[in-house]
């Protein structure tokens, strides 16, 4: 097979259709021409001419299809023979009875590999809920395709919870407050759904009732934890509970922060960070902005205070005092 001519063993491309039916019409076609699609010789639908090496013979459409499909048949025929060995094997095991509760009748964390696989798995915990969704989405994908595809699934899902008399609440960075795909979110669902804000938050995380969660499990998000170990589970939600209690209000009311003696919420996160010595890249990773963003903030905080550099801008921040206020 060339390496312009890939594609599964059970499929036939376009070419090789195409030179399937030119040999139909014709009665053959010449043996060199079917380098361009080796599929017609794995599928047999052309066959070498005996008389005369240099040509090759089509292979009748229903006999082709009819010898096709009794191949699918023998692997079906197959994967039930497996099907039912395993079953067998199976069926005294499940009559153990174990002493140890280490024994579960489902695995209590289950690997989740693949953006599709974790959107089926979300979604079929989300069919079975009755009674609320915790979220907590940082600012990350909602600008690009990847967000507004996972805006489009998650939304058919989350409305479906509203309406059985569910309720949503989520958590997101004060960033994100104007965001238009979140905003936009807000308009369109219909019924109890909160959204309130945070400085920063922790990766992303689902609870579905309380009884399973979902933590992604590497740095894109293609791998996800679906955990539902009642322990495991609640110390999440104790911990949303604790963030949502911090929060400030965005939906259905918005609250805005107050700005003291010139310095603004966002400033004041900022200037937390400065204090512990961070640099403007994690600095701006950790409040979901770009780092010329944050450099804008941090400019102007300088400015606010009458700093001249940056050792001088953080003994300024501790003898203002802007930490020790509420925001």
Partial sequence: MTEAHIHGAEEMCDGGLELYAHALRE????????AAAPCLIDFGLLQPDAGDPRWLLPMAPAFALHRLLRVVEDRIADERRIEERLAATFQPLMRVKSRHTTVTDTPTITALSGTEQINRAISQAMADATREVLCVQPNTHYSDQRGETAQSVAFARDQALLDRGGRIRTLYQHTQRQIPLVLARYERLSGDAEART?????DRLIIVDRAVAFIPANPDGTVALEIRHPAIVGYLATTF????RLATPMYPEAVQRPTLDGITPRQRA??????????????????????RTARVHIAKLATTLGSDSRAQLGYLIGQSGILDREA
């Fill in 270 to 291: 900022i200037a937390s960070l400065l204090v512990e010595g961070h640099t403007d890249a994690v600095i701006a990773q950790r409040l979901g902005m770009n780092i």
């Fill in 241 to 244: 509970d604790r963030l949502w």
């Fill in 198 to 202: 945070l400085d920063e938050l922790t």
């Fill in 27 to 34: 009665g053959r076609v010449p043996a060199e021409a079917v």
